[in-house]
C-alpha cells in the first residue's frame, strides 16, 4: 500500500497558474473589457444579505434566467461559474473510467475537470463522436478558436449520438452570436447547454454560471453540484445584470463586435488572418506565438499564446486598448523575427 497520503490519480493533474505577472493591458481572459453593468455594481453595493445562507439553488437567479433565455425554471441549473456546472456534469453523468469526448481544440478545463473526476477525457474529431465516450462537450463558439459549429451540425450530432450520451455545449460566448441551440433541449433528453454571466455580462469575478436541460438532467446536476454555490452578492449582482443591465450588456456587446471588425482589419493590415470568430477574442495564426505573446506581456500587454495550434488570442477591447496592444504587437513581432 503507498504510504502517500495524495490521490495517486491527482499527481499528473496541473494546478492552474495563470500567468498574473502585472500589465498594462489585459487581453488574455475573454471577459468583459468593458467591465461590469452599472446595475450589477449597485446590486453589490447595496446588498445586505451576507449574514444569510443563499437560496440553496439560486432561486431568484433562476427566475431571472427564465426570463432572460426563455426556459421554465425547472429547466435551469446554477453554479460557480459555468467550470461548475461542466465539473458538476462529469460527476452527475459519468461513472469513474468512462470517457469525456472533444474535438481539439477546444476549451482546456473540459478535460481537467473530466480527469479530476475520474473520467478519461479522449480528443475525438467531431464525426467521431456518437457512440466514443459517455460525455460529449462540444464548444461553440468555441474557445480558443471562436468558431461556430452550425445548428445541423450540432443537430446531426444529437441524431447520431447514442441514448446513453450526454451532450454538452458549451455556449459561454453565445451573447456574441444571437443565435442558440437552446430550443432543442425540447426535443433532446440528453442535451445540455452551459452558459455563464462571466463574458459578456462583466461578471467574471462573481463566478456566476448555468445550465439548461430537460428537468431530469437538471435534478441531476444539482444533486451532484451540492447547495449553495451562488453567494448571495453574487445572486444580487447576476439578477441586477440580467435585468436592469441587460440594455449596457447588449449594446457593449454591439461596441465588441464593431471593435472586432476593426481588429481584424489591423491584423490584415500586418499580415496576419485571424480565424472567423463569433465570440469576443480573435485567435491568430501564426508561428512562436508563445515566444510573442511572452514578450508581449514583458512589453505590458496580456494575450494569450498556444503551442498547438500556434497561434494567439486577444480579446476585443475599447479601442485605446487595442491600439496599444498592436503597437506593442509591432514591437513584440520585430524583436521575436
Ligand atoms: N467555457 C468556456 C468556453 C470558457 O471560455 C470559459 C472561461 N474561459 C468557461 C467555460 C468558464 O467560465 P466561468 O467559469 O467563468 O463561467
Known amino acids: 500500500m503507498s504510504t502517500s497520503p495524495m490521490r495517486r490519480s491527482y499527481e499528473s493533474i496541473p494546478r492552474y497558474t495563470p500567468d498574473l505577472s502585472p500589465c498594462r493591458v489585459d487581453l488574455s481572459d475573454n471577459t468583459n473589457a468593458w467591465g461590469t453593468p452599472p446595475a450589477a455594481l449597485d446590486a453589490i453595493a447595496l446588498s445586505r444579505s451576507a449574514a444569510r445562507y443563499p437560496t440553496p439553488y439560486g432561486e431568484d437567479l433562476k427566475a431571472a434566467l427564465a426570463t432572460y433565455t426563455g426556459m421554465p425554471t425547472e429547466m435551469i441549473a446554477t453554479g460557480c461559474g459555468s467550470d461548475d456546472i461542466l465539473d458538476c456534469a462529469m460527476r452527475a453523468f459519468a461513472e469513474p473510467r468512462e470517457r469525456f469526448v472533444y474535438p481539439v481544440p477546444t476549451f482546456v478545463m473540459g478535460p481537467v475537470f473530466a480527469q479530476l473526476n475520474g473520467l478519461t477525457p479522449v480528443a475525438t474529431p467531431l464525426a467521431e463522436l456518437p457512440g466514443a465516450g459517455r460525455i460529449v462537450y462540444l464548444c461553440s463558439p468555441n ?41 432543442l433541449i425540447h426535443r433532446h433528453d440528453r442535451l445540455v447547454v452551459t452558459r455563464t454571466l462571466s463574458k459578456a455580462f462583466g461578471l467574471a469575478g462573481l463566478r456566476v454560471g448555468y445550465a439548461l436541460a430537460q428537468p431530469a438532467l437538471i435534478h441531476e446536476l444539482e444533486k451532484a453540484r451540492g447547495p449553495y454555490k451562488v453567494s448571495s452578492i453574487a445572486e444580487a449582482a447576476a439578477v441586477a445584470a440580467l435585468t436592469d443591465g441587460l440594455e449596457w450588456v447588449k449594446a457593449h456587446v454591439r461596441i465588441a463586435l464593431r471593435m472586432r471588425q476593426l481588429l481584424v482589419r489591423e491584423l490584415r493590415q500586418r499580415e496576419l488572418e485571424p480565424l472567423p470568430s463569433a465570440a469576443n477574442f480573435l485567435f491568430v495564426p501564426m508561428p512562436n506565438a508563445v515566444a510573442l505573446a511572452r514578450r508581449m506581456r514583458e512589453l505590458g500587454v496580456a494575450v494569450r499564446g498556444f503551442e498547438s495550434p500556434s497561434g494567439f488570442r486577444i480579446n476585443v477591447a475599447p479601442w485605446e486598448m487595442l491600439e496599444d496592444a498592436l503597437a506593442t504587437l509591432d514591437q513584440a513581432r520585430q524583436e521575436c523575427a
Open 143 to 183: 474557445n480558443p478558436t471562436g468558431a461556430l459549429t452550425s445548428r445541423s451540425q450540432v443537430e446531426s450530432l444529437l441524431r447520431a449520438c447514442t441514448p446513453e450520451q450526454v451532450v454538452i455545449i458549451d455556449e459561454a460566448y453565445v451573447e456574441y452570436v444571437g443565435a442558440s441551440v437552446i430550443d
